[in-house]
């Protein structure tokens, strides 16, 4: 599984700092993609950012400049730094792996962790 924590309630402008560890069967497995994403109320799940196993990022235009994505392959742990945090921003954030095990293209969520940003 996917163990995702950091989120929190916190002012406008202000940061938070999401992780999201491997943990399980699921530990010892070179990921390939590695990814947040987050979902407000009544709107689709869209995605935050991402980063591929070489450390190559990409981002929402809605985050640019404001977040940065990183990894540590070591410990299969996926970190979102959230900056400058905007009202907009409040959702459930969800962190997503993918990868190969026998061939077959596989993906993990992890659970949601809640971020609420106050005007």
């Excluded at 940061?15 to 990814?35: H, K, P, Q, Y």
């Excluded at 979902?39 to 869209?46: G, K, M, S, T, V």
Aim: aromatic share 10%; hydrophobic share 35%; proline share 2%.
């Amino acid at each position: 599984q996917l163990q995702a924590c950091g989120g929190g309630l916190v002012q406008s402008g202000g940061s938070l700092r999401l992780s999201c560890a491997a943990s399980g069967s699921i530990f010892s497995i070179t990921f390939n993609d590695m990814g947040w994403y987050r979902q407000a109320p009544e709107i689709e799940r869209e995605l935050v950012a991402a980063v591929s196993s070489t450390g190559s990022a990409n981002y929402a235009d809605s985050v640019k400049g404001r977040f940065t994505i990183s990894r540590d392959n070591a410990k299969n742990t996926v970190y979102l730094q959230m900056n400058n945090l905007k009202p907009e921003d409040t959702a459930v954030y969800y962190c997503h792996a993918l990868y190969t095990l026998g061939g077959v293209d596989l993906g993990s969520w992890g659970h949601g962790t809640q971020v609420t940003v106050s005007s």
